[in-house]
């Protein structure tokens, strides 16, 4: 749930030291402040309007406090993307690395059955393994709608939580509403 403690708007906040926008999550048991780094944004706009980038994968940082771009490219190789999300990693708390969540921006293209022409549509993933540790799972389930908020333009959401919810015929079909060829 967030919560507006003082700021411009019902889900930002601008922490008094730097002027960037804080998004605060509340679960049972803590307050947890989330910053979005601007470079979040600005590649998503860069992935919205000039079309060059495909996808983009943002984590949180090491500190837990922002989230950040992890990587983006302009490849529109969906195996390769699929294979990023599933062999991403956390920490676990014994400073062990085990698999870890991920939120990431997927510009998807398809053909409509019909032949009425392609559709592009700008989908939003939550990739959060079942075997990812639960810390991890509540944070980034905690903090994905400020992340969407920040995100003007996204057509479609997508909780992937085992490989076989990241595979492209998956995909498209939820994308696509089942329109797609």
Same mark, same amino acid.
């Given at each position: 749930? &967030? $919560?507006? #403690?003082k700021g411009?708007?019902?889900?930002?906040?601008?922490?008094? +030291?730097? @002027?960037?926008?804080?998004?605060?999550?509340?679960?049972?048991?803590?307050?947890?402040?989330?910053?979005? #780094?601007?470079?979040? %944004?600005?590649?998503? +706009?860069?992935?919205?309007? +000039?079309?060059? %980038?495909?996808?983009?994968?943002?984590?949180?940082?090491?500190?837990?406090?922002?989230? #950040? #771009?992890?990587?983006?490219?302009?490849?529109?190789?969906?195996?390769? &993307?699929?294979?990023?999300?599933?062999?991403?990693?956390?920490?676990?708390? +014994? /400073?062990?690395?085990?698999?870890?969540?991920?939120?990431?921006?997927?510009?998807?293209?398809?053909? =409509?059955?019909?032949?009425? !022409?392609?559709?592009?549509? %700008?989908? &939003?993933?939550?990739?959060?393994? *079942? *075997?990812?540790?639960?810390?991890? $799972?509540? =944070?980034? @389930?905690?903090? $994905?709608?400020?992340l969407k908020?920040?995100?003007? !333009?996204?057509? @479609?959401?997508?909780?992937?939580? /085992?490989?076989?919810?990241?595979?492209?015929?998956? %995909?498209?079909?939820?994308?696509?509403?089942?329109?797609?060829?």
């Amino acid at each position: 749930m &967030f $919560k507006l #403690v003082k700021g411009v708007s019902p889900h930002k906040e601008y922490s008094h +030291n730097n @002027a960037q926008p804080v998004y605060q999550s509340q679960t049972l048991v803590e307050m947890r402040r989330v910053t979005i #780094v601007d470079e979040c %944004i600005e590649k998503f +706009n860069e992935l919205k309007l +000039n079309k060059k %980038i495909k996808y983009i994968i943002y984590k949180l940082s090491d500190d837990d406090k922002q989230i #950040v #771009v992890e990587t983006t490219s302009e490849d529109n190789d969906w195996e390769a &993307f699929r294979q990023l999300l599933i062999n991403a990693t956390s920490k676990k708390n +014994n /400073d062990a690395v085990g698999p870890g969540p991920r939120y990431a921006v997927f510009d998807v293209n398809y053909e =409509l059955t019909s032949g009425e !022409g392609s559709r592009s549509k %700008i989908t &939003f993933i939550a990739w959060s393994p *079942d *075997d990812a540790p639960i810390k991890y $799972k509540m =944070l980034y @389930a905690s903090s $994905k709608e400020a992340l969407k908020r920040c995100l003007t !333009g996204i057509a @479609a959401e997508i909780q992937a939580n /085992d490989s076989d919810d990241l595979e492209y015929s998956v %995909i498209i079909k939820i994308v696509s509403k089942g329109a797609a060829a």
